[in-house]
């Protein structure tokens, strides 16, 4: 997903399978969050929330790919590779739920120090 544009990525998703799913669509989602999160660290001279967020944001968008991959695999398994395929497919959802964790956990502190500064 890093060199799709939105547009194309958003009509792949309307075409539906073997393309992005909702796994994918979260994941995009996640890096926005992150993008936005960081903005708002750069604003603030965080420098460490801003680079924490830039790699969540790269993450997730590597993950939205992998998820689109993965769902395509299992779409194209044989009942061999099935299971396998199956269980990877299973597995890059908790990676996007990590991900949006780490994103809120580091937005809730952003926010929670600019509440603190703005009350002293």
């Known amino acids: 997903m890093t060199d799709e544009t939105l547009v ?3 009509g792949d ?3 539906g399978p073997p393309g992005p799913a909702a796994g ?7 890096a926005m969050a992150a993008a936005l999160t960081e903005m708002t660290a750069g604003r603030g001279r965080d420098d460490d929330v801003a680079f ?3 790699e969540l944001r790269t993450r997730a968008l590597s993950l ?5 991959d993965a769902v395509a695999a299992v779409l194209a398994s044989g009942p061999k590779e ?3 395929a ?5 597995d890059i959802p908790l990676a996007i739920a990590e991900a949006a964790a780490q994103t809120a956990a580091l937005a809730t ?3 929670s120090e600019a509440a603190r500064a703005a009350a002293a």
């Open 13 to 15: 998703l309307a075409a």
């Open 52 to 54: 924490r967020a830039a």
């Open 109 to 111: 502190a952003l926010t």
């Open 24 to 30: 994918s669509a979260i994941a995009v989602a996640v």
């Open 8 to 10: 194309g990525f958003l």
């Open 82 to 84: 099935h299971p396998s």
């Open 86 to 90: 199956l269980s990877r497919a299973t």
């Open 64 to 68: 939205a790919k992998a998820d689109a």
